[in-house]
């Protein structure tokens, strides 16, 4: 059975930062690209972050030098470090593998 199950989110401050993780279980984690997602009260949900198999990523512009996206395949485990965090960064952020399997996400707010 395949979970994912992110945490790490919380109330920061603009201009703060804030590291999510999610522990995956269930499959081959190393096998699959990972992602992470978000979504903004009253928003479609909007992709931030991919991480393939071999380490090659990909962000959303509005996240580009702020944010990185990175895998432990020995912990089963996709990493978001967020920096330099604003008050539009606000959302529910979820973890995703290869798009087919999701997370319930985890909240983040950045207060200004």
């Known amino acids: 059975q395949v979970q994912l199950v992110e945490s790490g989110g919380g109330l920061v401050q603009a201009g703060g930062s804030l590291r999510l993780s999610c522990a995956a279980s269930?499959?081959?984690?190393?096998?699959?690209?990972m992602g992470w997602f978000r979504q903004a009260p009253g928003k479609g949900r909007e992709l931030v972050a991919t991480?393939?198999?071999?380490?090659?990523?990909n962000y959303a512009d509005s996240v580009k030098g702020r944010f990185t996206i990175s895998r432990d395949n020995a912990k089963n485990t996709v990493y978001l470090q967020m920096n330099s965090l604003k008050p539009e960064d606000t959302a529910v952020y979820y973890c995703?593998?290869?798009?087919?399997?999701w997370g319930k996400g985890t909240l983040v707010t950045v207060s200004s």
């Open positions: 995703t593998a290869n798009m087919a399997y």
């Open positions: 269930g499959w081959s984690f190393s096998s699959y690209a």
């Open positions: 991480i393939d198999s071999s380490g090659n990523t």
